[in-house]
């Protein structure tokens, strides 16, 4: 292997990092891990994204890897601006994606394979997950009705990479009376997705009227 290869499917953490590999022109090369057995013999988790070095070393976790793809860029600047330009902004870019990634996107992803029927169903649970999402949907709306971004008042990769999440919600079950009901995300989620370097995943062809509902 030459390269690091880097590993995505369709499923959404796996958006933002093939966007950076992408616009960055980065030497990775990006292969789907839904076809590759050599995924399945790698991860034993067998989540994306996941990447393996040319000395056969692993990086999982989207937010070391949003993170270190940023890194490889070349451009100082642009590093500086997404990553943060000190200790407190880089503390504050991880502390939006990793409450994206966990609060927010671990109760929506089992609500919605639980609808789904890829997870057992069970009515009050669902509830409970929605509740939880709602509540953390709650700190993100805070923050967006009284700044423009989610760090330092520019466009960070918090935003790039908490709206590649959010936009999985409003595909599944943030439909639009959820969203009409969330002015300051909305608003912001349209700001970053004219970004170019991922607008090309955050659009609005996929968003649902109407929730996924259990059948
Ligand atoms: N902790 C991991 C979670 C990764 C993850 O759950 N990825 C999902 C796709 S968005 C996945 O691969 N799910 C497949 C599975 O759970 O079997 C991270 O933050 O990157």
């Known amino acids: 292997m030459h390269k690091a290869t880097l590993f995505v499917n369709n499923y959404p953490r796996g958006a933002l990092p093939k966007a950076l590999v992408s616009y960055f022109n980065l030497d990775f090369e990006v292969r789907d891990a839904t076809a590759s057995p050599e995924f399945a013999k790698e991860f034993p988790l067998k989540k994306i994204p996941a990447v393996v070095f040319p000395d056969g070393s692993h990086l999982t976790e989207i937010i070391a890897i949003v993170q270190y793809l940023v890194e490889s860029t070349e451009n100082e600047n642009i590093k500086k601006d997404l990553l943060g330009t000190n200790a407190l902004e880089r503390a504050q870019v991880v502390r939006w994606m990793s409450l994206a990634n966990s609060d927010f996107m671990m109760p929506l992803t089992e609500a919605f394979l639980e609808t789904i029927d890829q997870l057992p169903y069970h009515g ?82 996929r968003f649902v009227e109407e929730p996924a509902k259990h059948r």
């Open 124 to 205: 009050d649970l669902v509830k409970i997950q929605l509740e939880s999402v709602d509540k953390a949907a709650k700190v993100f709306e805070d923050r967006l009705n009284a700044h423009e971004f989610l760090v330092a008042d520019r466009l960070t990769l918090a935003d790039l990479m908490v709206a590649s999440l959010y936009v999985f919600g409003f595909s599944t079950l943030l439909g639009k009376t959820w969203r009409s009901q969330h002015p300051g995300i909305m608003k912001w989620f349209d700001k970053v997705s004219k970004s170019p370097i991922c607008r090309d995943i955050l659009k609005k062809d």
